[in-house]
């Protein structure tokens, strides 16, 4: 027992004469300088694009000759756990019946939106889609409303842009708003 308490100390006594512990320490920084670099410079420099499956501010498609594919079935909304949709059909003329419809207001409050998908999942013409915005802070709760018009303008990521990545990105300030304009062209490193 004595010779083992001895053994300690004498152990104890190297590593302080000889700053062990330090340059164990200096040893580990020194190996984080050359390793790869995870830090994110974003929002100035860098942004990063989620992968397809993500699901960020809703989207609201047209077909290829322009026209809104949502026929205002208010399935979405029905099938909404939190009930921040709001769907108010349009008035059929055509006489051709439901499927060349379209919604007169189509209204999300993104407040109580927890993104899970099942109104995307609802949706039985495809119209609605989570997108890959995810950058929706505002400065009231009238800013977390939005409406059909704005859904339907054509997100900055492209459905078909693979995601997973970080590309370029520059930082933009007016008086309205401050925004990360991601420029797609310029991937600078896989995650
Ligand atoms: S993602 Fe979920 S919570 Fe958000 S609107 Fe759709 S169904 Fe509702
Ligand atoms: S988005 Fe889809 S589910 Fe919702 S009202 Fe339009 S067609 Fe129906």
């Known amino acids: 027992m004595k010779n ?3 053994n300690i100390n004498l ?3 190297f590593k302080k004469v000889f700053f062990v512990d330090l340059v164990q320490g200096l040893i580990v920084t020194f190996g984080y300088t ?12 860098e942004k990063w ?13 047209r077909n290829k000759e322009g026209k809104e594919l949502c026929v205002g079935c208010e399935l979405c909304a029905k099938s909404c756990p939190t009930n921040c949709i709001k769907v108010v059909p349009a008035q059929d003329k055509t006489g051709k019946g439901i499927a060349d419809r379209v919604a007169a207001r189509w209204e999300i ?5 927890m993104f899970c998908g099942f109104c995307e999942d609802a949706c039985p013409t495809e119209a609605l889609k ?5 950058e929706l802070a505002s400065l009231s709760m009238q800013g977390q409303l939005r409406t059909k018009e704005e ?4 997100q900055e990521i492209p459905v078909n842009f ?18 990360v304009k991601p420029d797609l062209s310029v991937q600078k490193r896989w995650w």
Do not use: M, Q, W
Request: glycine letters at 8%; proline letters at 5%; one cysteine or more.
């Open 162 to 179: 693979e995601g997973g990545v970080i590309v370029k990105a520059r930082l933009g300030r007016d008086e309205d708003e401050v925004s």
């Open 49 to 61: 694009i989620p992968y397809k499956r993500f699901r960020g501010l809703h989207t609201l498609n």
């Open 109 to 113: 409050n993104l407040l109580r939106c």
């Open 11 to 13: 152990k104890n006594l």
């Open 4 to 6: 083992n308490n001895s």
């Open 151 to 154: 859904l339907l303008a054509p």
């Open 130 to 134: 989570l997108g890959r915005e995810y």
């Open 34 to 45: 050359f390793s790869k670099t995870i830090t994110l410079r974003y929002p100035d420099e």
